[in-house]
């Protein structure tokens, strides 16, 4: 486990990506004690990296705002594009009417499709397929962007596959995690960034040091 210095988070954040509302830093308050309680992140430079890219897609998928959204877009939209009678309905396990706008993005990251909220169930403990809206709850919607990212839920690529040990980090390609190539370099340079600010703010817990 990990634990990051607020102050020295907050001013490498102002330097890196502009001042912060208190809305934001309220946001990144609620992610950055989610990474806190979170083992998966050991404070290792390969750790680091990896987080980083997690909390650039985070900026980019809820548009700068740090918090879990809603995907845009209408019910009818929703139930054209994923329906299952759509090639990606099938492919994403929708199976009954209006389960394309009940199974739309929420999240981090816009986990999508009953197959998806079956896998998110399955990781929470938290019935999803009944309730999928929980999907947006901060605590929830952390542990299933993470473990999205790292399991290649979303599109089959895993975060190890791109930002590993003894490896310079693939931030560029890390983006077929997530959507193809699309903002891949926009994304890449904000990952940069909070690499920056992590190096400078984040430290072992106190309970690993020997």
């Not at 891949?184 to 600010?197: C, K, L, S, V, Y």
């Amino acid at each position: 486990m990990i634990t990051i210095d607020r102050k020295s988070f907050f001013d490498a954040y102002r330097v890196r990506f502009g001042p912060l509302t208190q809305e934001l830093v309220d946001a990144l308050e609620t992610l950055l004690a989610q990474i806190e309680q979170d083992d998966i992140f050991t404070g290792t430079e390969t750790d680091r990296r990896q987080l980083a890219y997690c909390l650039a897609t985070f900026k980019w998928e809820t548009a700068h705002k740090m918090m879990p959204i809603d995907e845009f877009g209408s019910t009818a939209y929703f139930n054209s594009r994923y329906g299952p009678q759509t090639k990606v309905g099938k492919v994403l396990g929708n199976r009954e009417p209006g389960d394309g706008a009940r199974f739309h993005g929420r999240g981090y990251v816009q986990i999508t499709g009953r197959r998806n909220y079956a896998k998110a169930k399955a990781l929470t403990g938290v019935d999803l397929i009944s309730d999928p809206d929980r999907a947006k709850e901060p605590e929830l919607a952390y542990r299933i962007a993470i473990q999205g990212m790292k399991e290649g839920w979303f599109t089959g690529k895993k975060l190890a596959q791109f930002i590993k040990d003894g490896q310079p980090p693939d931030y560029e390609n890390a983006r077929t995690i997530i959507n193809g190539h699309d903002k891949a370099q926009t994304i890449a340079d904000i990952a940069r960034r909070f690499n920056e600010a992590l190096l400078l703010s984040m430290k072992p817990a106190a309970s690993d040091i020997q």
